[in-house]
């Protein structure tokens, strides 16, 4: 499977069982997506415990894929392994490894923009408007599934940006970050789908627009936004303990 296809299938992972006849390899992948968007939107909640029958059960599928698209969650630090007693789904980001994911996003990201104006094709751009359209028809759609698919999209849009760039090595480090699915993990919010929808066209005007100091600061302001835009979560929460010491 090719960068291109594989990120078409992402931006359709959150389909529910799987249809019969598949290849072990494919039904994995299917497994893995769709196990994707249940963390993205929540259904499968931090802290919460997976068992392999119980998720080949509900997806209508043999045990073998389960295992496998486990097994991959597991080495990329989606999942915790729990000795006899299955998975266990990981507590959401600290403020530290928020914090330290937004600055090597601000390393990488604006570097990726610029080159992907450069060097983008016109496949490539016609890909990012078809996402952001996709992306579009979900803003502030209801429910957490709508919400985890949006997210869904915001992490395909991103590694389209960076395969844009031809630079493996920073497509690669963005990917372990695996940042969509940690922050759209922490909050349910509609207001974040809409204004991230205008930040993703500015950076899109310009990569298309072949502009790379514009692509480069229009990523580079999205990161710094989005990060305000969860960073309140922590500030919230950290106030919230404040008062109830006090209390």
Do not use: C, W
């Amino acid at each position: 499977m090719d960068d291109e296809a594989m990120i078409a299938r992402r931006r359709g992972a959150m389909t529910g069982g799987t249809p019969p006849g598949r290849s072990r390899g494919r039904l994995a992948d299917e497994v893995y997506d769709t196990l994707l968007g249940q963390l993205m939107s929540l259904r499968i909640e931090p802290g919460s415990r997976v068992t392999i029958d119980v998720l080949a059960r509900e997806l209508g599928v043999s045990q073998t894929p389960i295992r496998d698209a486990l097994n991959r969650m597991e080495a990329e630090g989606l999942v915790v392994r729990v000795p006899h007693a299955g998975y266990r789904i990981p507590p959401q980001i600290t403020r530290h490894r928020f914090e330290d994911m937004l600055e090597l996003r601000l390393l990488l990201e604006p570097a990726a923009a610029r080159k992907a104006a450069e060097r983008a094709s016109s496949k490539q751009v016609a890909g990012l408007r078809r996402m952001l359209e996709e992306m579009a028809e979900l803003e502030g759609g209801d429910g957490p599934m709508a919400y985890g698919a949006f997210g869904l999209r915001d992490a395909a849009f991103h590694d389209l940006v960076a395969l844009s760039a031809e630079n493996q090595v920073i497509r690669e480090a963005l990917a372990r970050l695996h940042t969509h699915v940690h922050l759209f993990r922490l909050l349910h919010d509609t207001q974040v789908t809409h204004l991230a929808m205008a930040e993703h066209e500015e950076v899109l005007a310009a990569i298309a627009a072949r502009d790379p100091d514009a692509a480069a600061y229009a990523m580079r302001r999205h990161i710094l936004l989005s990060g305000e835009r969860f960073r309140r979560l922590f500030d919230e929460a950290k106030g919230a303990d404040g008062m109830a010491v006090k209390a």
